[in-house]
């Protein structure tokens, strides 16, 4: 059974940073692509990065280009998102998400919902003016 665990959520003063972590347990292996999802409070949950797992090729969102990394370190089966310059209206649960379709669909600039099978339980990030 696969499962995905989130941490490194927390409170920071914009301009702040923080790292998020996913690991991955059961079969991990398996996997094509991983993202990271965010639902701010009355919002619908958005994409904000995608990762294809054989390429280490990257997608971010605008509104995250150039202040978040996603990156995935493979002999700990664990997925980063490093968050620099956060602003308030980063604030959310941010979620990860594992998928199997082949190709990734982030290859096309793709980081849809539906494309992601596995989803882990969220870890809050609130980022304070």
């Known amino acids: 059974q696969v499962q995905l665990v989130e941490s490194g959520g927390g409170s920071v003063q914009a301009g702040g940073s923080l790292r998020l972590s996913c690991a991955a347990f059961?079969?991990?292996?398996?996997?094509?692509?991983m993202a990271w999802f965010r639902r701010a409070p009355g919002k619908e949950r958005e994409a904000v990065a995608g990762y294809i797992i054989s390429t280490g090729i990257t997608h971010y969102v605008d509104s995250v280009k150039g202040r978040f990394t996603i990156s995935q370190d493979n002999a700990k089966n664990t997925l980063y998102l490093q968050m620099n310059s956060l602003q308030p209206e980063d604030t959310a649960m941010y979620y990860c998400?594992?998928?199997?379709?082949?190709?990734?669909?982030?290859?096309?600039?793709?980081?849809?919902?539906?494309?992601?099978?596995?989803w882990g339980q969220g870890t809050q990030v609130t980022v304070s003016s």
């Open positions: 998400a594992a998928g199997f379709q082949s190709p990734c669909p982030v290859r096309y600039g793709r980081i849809n919902e539906g494309d992601f099978y596995y």
């Open positions: 059961g079969y991990a292996y398996s996997f094509s692509c």
